[in-house]
């Protein structure tokens, strides 16, 4: 459960992994130290201005934290932690990341986000780009097969300290490639559609992140 008055202090101590840069200036990029503070005190406005805010976690580590939405864009949703980690998401998919190592630098998933959105079965291709070992984009593609689950029950916790119970439809997405395969989960609030809850796949380094929403 996150409980607000002390989410600053709880999401800057706990995180989800190092450290990202912002910026270079006339005396070269920031240290660790100078970007962390960067993106808590980015966190700290928006967490005052009351932004979007996404529960995640990461499975590899067992690690967590709180992301807020800093800008919207091109149908793109932009969320930050307190110490720089980056997720873009479109319609509530996982289309990149920043500051988690080998991170997903862009990615096409309109015909997933189009099975996926109308509950509908079927085959999709996307295709994700990441930074290889030489700091280089790699684009690859895959292929999906889409698979509606039904209707579910859950809890999604809100702004004030509870739990909600939201019914939802549950779609399970299986993709691969040549050398890779990974499966996505995705639980769609009845009636709005709206991705509530989704276990995404960010790579091989990152592997699956648990994505909640936060509801007002």
Same mark, same amino acid.
């Given at each position: 459960?996150?409980?607000?008055?002390?989410?600053?202090?709880?999401? !800057?101590?706990?995180?989800? @992994? *190092?450290?990202?840069?912002?910026? &270079?200036?006339? $005396?070269?990029?920031? /240290?660790?130290?100078? =970007?962390?503070?960067?993106?808590?005190?980015?966190? !700290?406005?928006?967490?005052? @201005? *009351?932004?979007?805010?996404?529960? &995640?976690?990461? $499975?590899?580590?067992? /690690?967590?934290?709180? =992301?807020?939405?800093?800008?919207?864009?091109?149908?793109?949703?932009?969320?930050?932690?307190?110490?720089?980690?980056?997720?873009?998401?479109?319609?509530?998919?996982?289309?990149?990341?920043?500051?988690?190592?080998?991170?997903?630098?862009?990615?096409?998933?309109?015909?997933?986000?189009?099975?996926?959105?109308?509950?509908?079965?079927?085959?999709?291709?996307?295709?994700?780009?990441?930074?290889?070992?030489?700091?280089?984009?790699?684009?690859?593609?895959?292929?999906?097969?889409?698979?509606?689950?039904?209707?579910?029950?859950?809890?999604?916790?809100?702004?004030?300290?509870?739990?909600?119970?939201?019914?939802?439809?549950?779609?399970?997405?299986?993709?691969?490639?040549?050398?890779?395969?990974?499966?996505?989960?995705?639980?769609?609030?009845?009636?709005?559609?709206?991705?509530?809850?989704?276990?995404?796949?960010?790579?091989?380094?990152?592997?699956?992140?648990?994505?909640?929403?936060?509801?007002?």
């Amino acid at each position: 459960m996150i409980r607000w008055r002390a989410l600053f202090l709880a999401a !800057a101590v706990v995180s989800v @992994a *190092g450290c990202g840069g912002y910026g &270079v200036g006339s $005396e070269g990029p920031p /240290t660790p130290a100078q =970007a962390r503070a960067q993106a808590t005190a980015r966190f !700290a406005g928006l967490l005052n @201005a *009351g932004a979007p805010a996404l529960q &995640v976690a990461l $499975e590899r580590d067992e /690690t967590s934290t709180i =992301a807020l939405r800093e800008v919207s864009r091109g149908g793109v949703d932009s969320f930050v932690s307190s110490d720089g980690v980056a997720l873009k998401l479109r319609r509530g998919m996982l289309v990149g990341t920043a500051g988690l190592g080998a991170d997903m630098m862009g990615s096409n998933v309109a015909d997933s986000l189009a099975l996926v959105t109308t509950g509908r079965s079927g085959v999709a291709e996307r295709f994700h780009s990441f930074l290889d070992g030489e700091n280089r984009a790699v684009t690859r593609s895959y292929v999906c097969i889409i698979t509606p689950k039904g209707g579910r029950g859950i809890e999604v916790g809100t702004r004030d300290e509870q739990l909600r119970q939201v019914t939802t439809r549950l779609v399970q997405e299986d993709c691969k490639s040549l050398d890779q395969e990974f499966s996505n989960l995705y639980w769609l609030a009845s009636g709005s559609g709206r991705i509530v809850q989704s276990r995404q796949w960010a790579g091989d380094f990152t592997g699956p992140i648990v994505l909640r929403a936060v509801l007002d």
